[in-house]
């Protein structure tokens, strides 16, 4: 486990930018973008649930909501990923006549994945916040960490770049 939690940045970088750009565009190619994804959202989730122990009753924040935030998100684009085939909605076109009452769900499936992902955000930024705070009294500005995990993973090189 403390090798998953310690992939080097520029590992990190190629695993994650450059490594799915290579997947083929096929039905192969989606099942292997969701196992893809799977391996990522458990390692975020194992990540913060790090952080989260270590900082546990000191902060605000819910490890479950993130987690289920995480998880809806995946199942939710996996399953759009696996069944349609992806999705096409634009302001050109008559999308309802397309998809018919499925836009309600698109929709809504999207704004709750929207806001896992920004609890995920917040989460995140804040465990880093109080870790760093806590364990080597560093005061890393909370909105510059969820700006720079908002870029991922270049954000991270830039927020820990030596500013003069």
């Not at 989730?45 to 790090?50: C, L, M, Q, W």
């Not at 819910?62 to 935030?69: D, E, H, Q, R, S």
């Not at 309802?96 to 709750?112: A, D």
């Not at 995990?149 to 927020?159: A, D, E, K, R, V």
């Amino acid at each position: 486990m403390n090798r998953i939690l310690r992939i080097p940045k520029w590992l990190l970088f190629i695993l994650l930018l450059i490594v799915p750009t290579t997947f083929p565009v096929s039905d192969l190619g989606n099942y292997i973008k969701v196992a893809f994804g799977l391996l990522v959202v458990i390692w975020m989730i194992k990540v913060n649930e790090e952080m989260y122990l270590r900082i546990k009753g000191k902060a605000s924040i819910k490890f479950n909501l993130f987690a289920f935030g995480l998880i809806f998100a995946f199942i939710y684009f996996s399953a759009i990923t696996l069944l349609t085939e992806g999705y096409n909605i634009s302001t050109e076109k008559d999308n309802f006549s397309e998809y018919g009452n499925l836009v309600y769900v698109y929709l809504i499936g999207h704004l709750i994945s929207l806001a896992g992902f920004f609890y995920a955000l917040h989460f995140t930024a804040y465990s880093i916040h109080v870790l760093e705070e806590q364990l080597f009294g560093k005061h890393t500005e909370y909105t510059k960490l969820l700006i720079a995990l908002f870029y991922f993973p270049i954000g991270i090189w830039w927020c820990r770049l030596p500013h003069k």
